[in-house]
């Protein structure tokens, strides 16, 4: 069980360089999401150059990604392995993040992390899987940015990261990471079956606002402009969408025996190719991002197909491609995010990236 251990704030932060805006006054930002990265060798496909192409195309998409954003930080996006699989061992664990952060570490990168459902799946029947055991080997990675958490909070890698101006020590954004948590458990910490996809709990989102309350005081009384990373969506993306009982003509997704028609004007860019997947119910997150008034956007995960941005109560609400191959999804890619020094707004866009191999994966 994900639980803290905020000490670590001031453990890794002192070795830890502070992100700054270029000289331009940008600050460039790869979002890379579900992954999914295991080690070929645990594949039993029968044809073992399958997962082996499955690697090397997610490999590739991380490069080519990093390559074509040139960015100041990389965030992995959750569901940066696929922590299911029974196969896992701790060596496979190590061998996974290491393969996954390489062209990362290779270049020098700052690297954030925040986590999905699927991370730390498996931890029941292999507690070496938990997320605090990722974050350890993460931090073993001299640029990375983060911690467990920042407060004594639920859940692990619930922190934030200040942009400091180009030319001073002042906090012009801030980049909150928060742990989504991952299915529905009870008070044995075992997920209840069929119960549906965890949410941000309550002690996770006072920490934001006291937290964002100190940046506002610290900046004369103005919210200081942040985005946001986390894997799972909140609840209020299905806001957007009207649901249909059974087929209908224009419908894109289906979800409980309806289909999803997004209403109209709701996306103001990219595809709705699948229905979103949040909590069922839990709808407090958002509210305190409204309330607290320093949220610019916020980007999700999880739908690896959806790319859309859209805008609720002035928030935009930005989904990323998945970028790994040992999982669905028709097309892979990450997502370019770049803020501005003086300014509260911000540019991004979808990347796509190229197959290099023919095999049918």
């Given at each position: 069980?994900?639980?803290?251990?905020?000490?670590?704030?001031?453990?890794?932060?002192?070795?830890?360089?502070?992100?700054?805006?270029?000289?331009?006054?940008?600050?460039?930002?790869?979002?890379?999401?579900?992954?999914?990265?295991?080690?070929?060798?645990?594949?039993?496909?029968?044809?073992?150059?399958?997962?082996?192409?499955?690697?090397?195309?997610?490999?590739?998409?991380?490069?080519?990604?990093?390559?074509?954003?040139?960015?100041?930080?990389?965030?992995?996006?959750?569901?940066?392995?696929?922590?299911?699989?029974?196969?896992?061992?701790?060596?496979?664990?190590?061998?996974?993040?290491?393969?996954?952060?390489?062209?990362?570490?290779?270049?020098?990168?700052?690297?954030?992390?925040?986590?999905?459902?699927?991370?730390?799946?498996?931890?029941?029947?292999?507690?070496?899987?938990?997320?605090?055991?990722?974050?350890?080997?993460?931090?073993?990675?001299?640029?990375?940015?983060?911690?467990?958490?920042?407060?004594?909070?639920?859940?692990?890698?619930?922190?934030?990261?200040?942009?400091?101006a180009h030319d001073s020590e002042k906090t012009v954004w801030n980049i909150w990471c928060i742990d989504s948590?991952?299915?529905?458990?009870?008070?044995?910490?075992?997920?209840?079956?069929?119960?549906?996809?965890?949410?941000?709990?309550?002690?996770?989102i006072a920490w934001y606002e006291r937290k964002a309350a100190k940046l506002r005081e610290e900046n004369g009384?103005?919210?200081?402009?942040?985005?946001?990373?986390?894997?799972?969506?909140?609840?209020?993306?299905?806001?957007?969408?009207?649901?249909?009982?059974?087929?209908?003509?224009?419908?894109?997704?289906?979800?409980?025996?309806?289909?999803?028609?997004?209403?109209?004007?709701?996306?103001?860019?990219?595809?709705?190719?699948?229905?979103?997947?949040?909590?069922?119910?839990?709808?407090?997150?958002?509210?305190?991002?409204?309330?607290?008034?320093?949220?610019?956007?916020?980007?999700?995960?999880?739908?690896?197909?959806?790319?859309?941005?859209?805008?609720?109560?002035?928030?935009?609400?930005?989904?990323?491609?998945?970028?790994?191959?040992?999982?669905?999804?028709?097309?892979?890619?990450?997502r370019l995010i770049v803020l501005h020094e003086n300014s509260r707004d911000f540019d991004t866009e979808t990347?796509?990236?190229?197959?290099?191999?023919?095999?049918?994966?």
């Amino acid at each position: 069980m994900a639980t803290g251990y905020p000490t670590s704030l001031s453990y890794f932060r002192s070795r830890q360089k502070p992100l700054r805006f270029r000289d331009d006054g940008t600050f460039r930002i790869l979002h890379l999401s579900d992954i999914h990265e295991v080690s070929p060798e645990m594949d039993d496909d029968e044809n073992p150059e399958i997962p082996k192409a499955c690697s090397a195309e997610t490999v590739n998409v991380i490069e080519q990604c990093i390559e074509r954003t040139q960015p100041d930080l990389v965030v992995f996006g959750g569901d940066n392995i696929s922590g299911y699989w029974e196969e896992y061992t701790y060596d496979y664990l190590v061998e996974t993040i290491n393969k996954i952060t390489e062209p990362v570490r290779r270049r020098g990168i700052p690297l954030a992390v925040v986590f999905g459902n699927h991370d730390s799946e498996g931890e029941e029947k292999r507690p070496f899987i938990r997320r605090e055991n990722h974050i350890n080997l993460y931090a073993e990675y001299e640029n990375f940015r983060g911690c467990y958490n920042e407060e004594d909070v639920f859940g692990c890698g619930n922190y934030s990261l200040p942009v400091l101006a180009h030319d001073s020590e002042k906090t012009v954004w801030n980049i909150w990471c928060i742990d989504s948590n991952d299915y529905i458990r009870d008070e044995n910490h075992q997920v209840i079956h069929g119960a549906g996809y965890a949410y941000v709990h309550d002690d996770q989102i006072a920490w934001y606002e006291r937290k964002a309350a100190k940046l506002r005081e610290e900046n004369g009384g103005i919210p200081v402009p942040a985005i946001l990373f986390q894997h799972i969506p909140v609840h209020q993306e299905l806001d957007l969408f009207d649901f249909i009982e059974g087929e209908t003509e224009g419908g894109r997704m289906n979800k409980n025996g309806c289909t999803l028609v997004p209403k109209e004007g709701a996306i103001l860019e990219g595809l709705a190719r699948e229905a979103p997947c949040p909590p069922e119910e839990n709808r407090k997150q958002f509210e305190s991002w409204k309330k607290t008034g320093d949220i610019v956007a916020a980007f999700f995960g999880h739908d690896h197909i959806n790319t859309f941005i859209a805008e609720l109560d002035g928030i935009k609400l930005i989904q990323t491609i998945g970028a790994g191959y040992h999982t669905y999804g028709n097309e892979r890619g990450g997502r370019l995010i770049v803020l501005h020094e003086n300014s509260r707004d911000f540019d991004t866009e979808t990347l796509i990236v190229e197959r290099i191999t023919d095999l049918d994966i």
